[in-house]
């Protein structure tokens, strides 16, 4: 048996890669929010998907020029992914912005950033419940403190006569985004690149589409260009990051990192928009950083059991993988090829990442 001492370099990169996600979405809240009231939801949604598809399109052929003739690329997208993509597409980038956009026509873009905690709470959920990932009492008592702060903020958007709708879409969008993330964790060993380019273009057009047949006009084109660029960054650049981090975290450990987009999001709000919150506000804001706190503080590790399996993705020579090589290997890592992984059985700590996704 081979014991590990330490937390595996892998999980210190996931947890990076999480944070850097949900910075750079947490920050295309309130500049979504300079564009609503100008341009419709739906055409907003489209401009900010298509911007992410066609920038990472553009670093997509750039990096396929820089690495032509060379051995060791990124995993691509096969034909048992593209079921799975197909189904985060739909419910993550075409109907999830479109309700975000909606929600922003209806309450405060603070208030909104904020309630966005709920997508790692609802990422969790059926990460838990319905792909049966593992999760202790530490991760479970963060996402009660993330629920009671979104229980607050709803509260606190329900008008003198009427429904909340704007934190209802809030909510609305947070599901679509929960589906998106454990469907894309189906495919997160193949090229983040190329699966947050597929989405950003896919998404991008259908939504566009959606926004001509309904007689939408689309805005100028200096708007265009400006939301193509907050869409680059915080639908893109932030997905494949997020990408990343589901394949060292697991579905629910990334959701629950991914909690801290919403405070990105308040910061600048806070700044930019001259939004002034209240006493309600920063009680869920307290309520949703001690969450936060118990999730990044966790730690997970036992004697565990890999079985043998064959599959390929990006890696370095960890401890998972210290295999032979065929053709022969540069030495360049990491590096992606087809391998196949021996029985092994050791302890450390881990996250419910690609390589385990153990009984309990």
Request: hydrophobic share 50%; with cysteine.
């Amino acid at each position: 048996m081979n014991h590990l001492s330490g937390r595996e370099p892998g999980l210190h990169k996931g947890v990076v890669y999480a944070l850097l996600a949900a910075a750079l979405f947490g920050a295309s809240t309130p500049f979504a929010k300079m564009f609503v009231g100008h341009v419709s939801p739906v055409a907003l949604a489209g401009v900010l998907y298509l911007g992410s598809g066609i920038g990472l399109l553009i670093c997509f052929l750039a990096r396929a020029l820089i690495q032509r003739g060379g051995t060791d690329k990124p995993a691509a997208l096969a034909r048992p992914d593209l079921p799975w993509l197909a189904g985060a597409v739909a419910a993550g980038g075409v109907a999830g912005p479109l309700l975000l956009m909606i929600a922003l026509r209806l309450m405060p873009a603070s208030s909104a950033s904020l309630l966005l905690n709920m997508e790692g709470v609802l990422t969790s959920m059926l990460a838990w419940f319905v792909f049966k990932e593992n999760f202790d009492r530490r991760i479970f008592a963060g996402m009660v403190l993330i629920v009671a702060a979104g229980a607050l903020l709803s509260w606190e958007q329900v008008p003198a006569l009427g429904v909340p709708w704007g934190a209802f879409a809030i909510l609305g969008a947070c599901l679509c985004w929960a589906i998106d993330n454990n469907l894309t964790r189906k495919v997160s060993a193949s090229d983040p690149l190329q699966i947050a380019m597929v989405k950003g273009l896919v998404a991008g057009a259908v939504n566009i589409a959606i926004a001509l047949g309904l007689g939408v006009a689309l805005p100028d084109t200096s708007t265009v260009l400006a939301a193509g660029a907050v869409g680059f960054c915080g639908y893109g650049l932030s997905l494949v990051m997020f990408v990343l981090a589901l394949r060292h975290l697991g579905t629910a450990r990334t959701g629950a990192y991914f909690s801290a987009a919403p405070f990105v999001g308040v910061a600048i709000s806070l700044i930019m928009l001259a939004e002034a919150p209240g006493a309600t506000f920063w009680i869920a804001a307290l309520l949703m950083g001690g969450g936060i706190w118990l999730h990044l503080t966790e730690s997970h590790g036992h004697e565990h059991a890999h079985e043998a399996m064959e599959h390929v993705h990006a890696h370095s020579h960890d401890s998972h993988h210290q295999h032979e090589h065929d053709p022969a290997w540069d030495g360049s890592e990491p590096h992606a090829h087809p391998h196949r992984h021996v029985a092994l059985t050791h302890s450390h700590p881990h996250y419910p990442d690609i390589h385990h996704r153990h009984e309990h």
